[in-house]
């Protein structure tokens, strides 16, 4: 229950911030902004304080440190990758042609004889 009661708090701060941007209409647009920028670091820091803000959290940093596992190809491996990719789309692209034109010549030339 008292979960439910932050995130509501959390939202209810969230939508403070973005009311503010609205009502704070003649100030200059930087105190606009700041407005929707402090509420939504204060529905932020709420949601953090929450089980599942806290559970969010962890899971945020473990999938940084499995990211970080990550081994990422280099230039040539991307390089020579994205022109096989490109060569088999063109291949694809080629046989689907023919594949088209073949029953477009059988189709309209030997059965319907349109010519």
């Not at 089980?51 to 999938?63: H, I, M, Q, S, T």
């Not at 694809?92 to 594949?99: D, E, K, V």
Request: hydrophobic share 60%; glycine share 8%.
């Amino acid at each position: 229950m008292a979960d439910k009661l932050k995130f509501a708090l959390a939202l209810a701060l969230l939508a403070a911030g973005v009311a503010g941007f609205y009502l704070l209409a003649e100030q200059p647009l930087v105190v606009r902004v700041l407005s929707v920028l402090v509420g939504v670091g204060a529905g932020v820091g709420v949601a953090v304080l929450s089980e599942p803000g806290r559970r969010f959290v962890d899971f945020a940093r473990e999938a940084v440190v499995e990211t970080k596992k990550v081994v990422w190809p280099t230039r040539k491996e991307t390089v020579q990758t994205t022109g096989i990719v490109f060569a088999f789309v063109v291949v694809i692209a080629i046989f689907l042609w023919l594949t088209d034109k073949s029953l477009e010549w059988v189709l309209y030339d030997l059965v319907l004889g349109w010519k």
